[in-house]
């Protein structure tokens, strides 16, 4: 990393750590996990920047409107937790009940990402270590905000939309991989954001049967 990389690391990640006494700036590389079932789909961790979960909170919440709040936030690949806390620090900011839930298939970074929420909020948070494939996303029975910060292949990717068939959902995806496969399903794409470096680009999409008022697209 360059001295102006370095720096941006720094502001975006370990000093979250620093600000709140939390462990989620060290990445954890593919060939260090142990294994667990659909690793060969799953990306490395790395923890999203604060500022591009700031950004897309916002967002979202100035396109749902006074439905914000009765969305499930689901970071799907949640790691140790980091779009979590933020999203959850923002919601408490703004005064705003939300369900923020987090779901990672390496146990070991659930355990962190609680340990991590009862340092910021004393409480224990609401994650799952189970595959972001298992999951019954009916079962919460309200629409859905999809944080993915590039957790995984287009193979798990479809295998989640097709859990997701008549659910209103919106998608937050940053570093859009497998954007392709979003538009596949007839997801809607209604916001894009670039930047110099790729935790910058992140793109919004919401499910064909997501109505909003209003909406304008910003692409
Ligand atoms: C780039 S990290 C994102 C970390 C976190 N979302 C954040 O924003 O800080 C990708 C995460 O996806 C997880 N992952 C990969 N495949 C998964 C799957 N099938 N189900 C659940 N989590 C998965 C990995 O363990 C890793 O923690």
């Not at 369900?99 to 609401?126: C, E, M, Q």
């Not at 009916?138 to 995984?152: A, R, W």
């Not at 997801?187 to 008022?213: A, C, R």
Request: proline share 5%.
């Amino acid at each position: 990393m360059d001295w102006n990389e370095q720096l941006t690391h720094f502001r975006q990640r370990k000093l979250f750590d620093l600000k709140y006494g939390t462990d989620t700036a060290n990445n954890l590389m593919k060939p260090e996990f142990k294994p667990v079932p659909n690793l060969e789909h799953g990306k490395h961790y790395m923890a999203s920047w604060t500022k591009e979960v700031i950004h897309s909170y916002q967002f979202a919440k100035n396109l749902l409107g006074p439905s914000f709040g009765s969305y499930q936030f689901i970071d799907l690949g949640c790691g140790k937790g980091k779009a979590c806390l933020v999203w959850r620090l923002q919601c408490l900011k703004d005064n705003i009940k939300q369900d923020v839930l987090g779901v990672d298939y390496y146990p070991p970074f659930i355990d962190i990402a609680r340990a991590n929420t009862k340092k910021i909020f004393g409480d224990l948070g609401h994650f799952l270590a189970t595959g972001a494939e298992t999951i019954n996303y009916h079962s919460f029975e309200c629409p859905l905000i999809l944080y993915l910060y590039n957790p995984f292949d287009a193979v798990i990717l479809a295998k989640v939309l097709d859990k997701l068939l008549e659910i209103p959902v919106l998608v937050i995806y940053n570093i859009p991989s497998h954007r392709t496969t979003l538009i596949h399903y007839g997801y809607k794409l209604v916001y894009v954001k670039q930047g110099d470096n790729q935790n910058e680009d992140t793109q919004i999409f919401i499910s064909p049967n997501l109505q909003i008022k209003h909406l304008d697209i910003v692409v």
